[in-house]
């Protein structure tokens, strides 16, 4: 059974169909993987007692038997819910997300809770109150974040897919530097209902998989209109595999963001990598146009300032009152107030409250707010007239392979510039697709395509057509690769 752990959904599917492995059994090797290797990842805060409580009327679908794990600030009925913060501490979900809702309908079982960074704030998962979680590929380095215990997961084999959130990238961006596959959907493709809101107008769910086909098998399942998300858009469920042919679109035109692949800071070798993967385009018969959308240079000052907003806003709930974390020593109800939310939230979180309070106050929000909204229209406008002239957009994913656990500590800056490649297809709501393109350093890289809205299937079609020419989705983390 050790093929079982990097195999594709559509492999693991065709085992259980033939009789060759049950559904239980395959449950039960992924926690077995669990078990064996997640104390040097550490990518799950909790894993279930699945495979005892697997019933034998397992719901069929197309994701019977197929197991994975979900981020920590989707919503589980019956299970604890914290977003990976102390202020949470023993909440439990009284319902189900409409995503794993959907999920369950399906069969897929659902293994545990993964690790982030707390309430999905940060792009190394170093911010959760639990611990850090590892880079599969150098237990030294970070997995990308705010999804990162959900990709280590994937990229480790410990399961073949996972669920995490994205608000600036943190699916895309772990994805990038652990090697594999991440989607950031259209925002309002995917229900929003259950996911613990960080910025409500950029969060979506995200999807992580080791390949193409797995990762719109997955969306295949989640996608569609939901009566209890307002945000939700009138889109019918559809079958997303069914354009995967391993050829690109007739006629198609890829158009490279080239102020964002020759830009300073980006490393040589990761360019190298970004122009070797556009050379595969063309090798493949798309049409390469190397362009510029110069709005886009600040698209993380602008997702800075309306993503912290937003955060203040929403995470003014947790206070003590009704759920998770309560200070009992306190006298009035203010210092209550004020002594639960210090010491529930972490400092990460308690900065970007803090920026999102001043940029909305009195005297700033036009001179922050109010023109970082200006901006976010323009961009839109901008990519959606380059988008005319293309398929789809090509850029960067990361300027740099994952770097050292703790080499970021005295520099919030850096981190906070993780985000740059990412975060404008949040801030204007498109899709965008991140796939592996080699190694630097024996570390994963990566690039992203990037979509008009609810393009999901054109992104899909290229990307696997990428996939079939390139080697990069068969290779894993050798420490975990049993033989």
Known sequence: MKHLAF?????????????????????????????QHDERVKSAIEVFDVPSTLRLSQPSGPLSGIPGILKDNIAQRGRQLTCASKILTGFTSPYDATAIERLKKSGAPLLGRANCDEFAMGGSTEYSAYFKTHNPWDLDRI?????????????????????????GGSVRLPAAFCGIVGLKPTYGL????????YASSFDQIGISTRTVKDNATILSVIA???????????????DYTRLLDGRLPEHCTIGVLDNMVHIKGMQPA??????????????????VKRISIPVLDYCAAVYFVLSRAEAASNLARFDGVRYGLRDRDTQT???????????????????????????????????????????????RVEVERVLKDVDVLLAPTQAAPAYKIGACDNDPLTIDLLDFFTCFANIIGIPGLALPCGFVDNMPVGFQLFGPALS????????????????????????????
Not at 224 to 238: K, L, Q, W, Y
Not at 345 to 362: D, H, K, T
Not at 464 to 483: D, G, K, L, N, S
């Open 7 to 35: 195999a594709s959904i559509e492999q693991l599917q065709k085992l259980i169909e033939r009789k060759e492995i049950s559904s239980r059994e395959l449950v039960s090797f992924f926690a077995k993987r669990f078990e």
């Open 143 to 167: 997995p990308g974040g705010s999804s990162g215990g959900s990709i280590a997961a994937v990229a480790a084999g410990l399961c073949p897919w996972a669920l995490g959130t994205e608000t």
């Open 190 to 197: 995917v229900s929003r209902y259950g996911v613990v809101a």
């Open 224 to 238: 569609g209109h939901d009566v209890h998300d307002a945000t939700s858009r009138s889109v019918m469920p559809r």
């Open 270 to 287: 990761v360019q190298e990598r970004i122009e070797a993967a556009i050379k595969e385009f063309e090798k493949l018969g798309a049409r």
């Open 333 to 379: 109800l203010e210092e209550m107030y004020m002594r639960t939310r210090h010491e529930g939230f972490g400092a990460e979180v308690r900065a970007r409250m803090l920026i999102g309070n001043y940029v909305l106050s009195a005297g700033y929000s036009r001179k922050f707010y109010a023109n970082a909204k200006k901006v976010q229209q323009l961009m």
């Open 456 to 483: 999901e299937e054109l992104l899909y079609k290229v990307g696997h057509a990428y996939e079939q020419v390139t080697p990069w989705h068969t290779m894993h983390p050798p420490m975990f690769v049993e033989r």
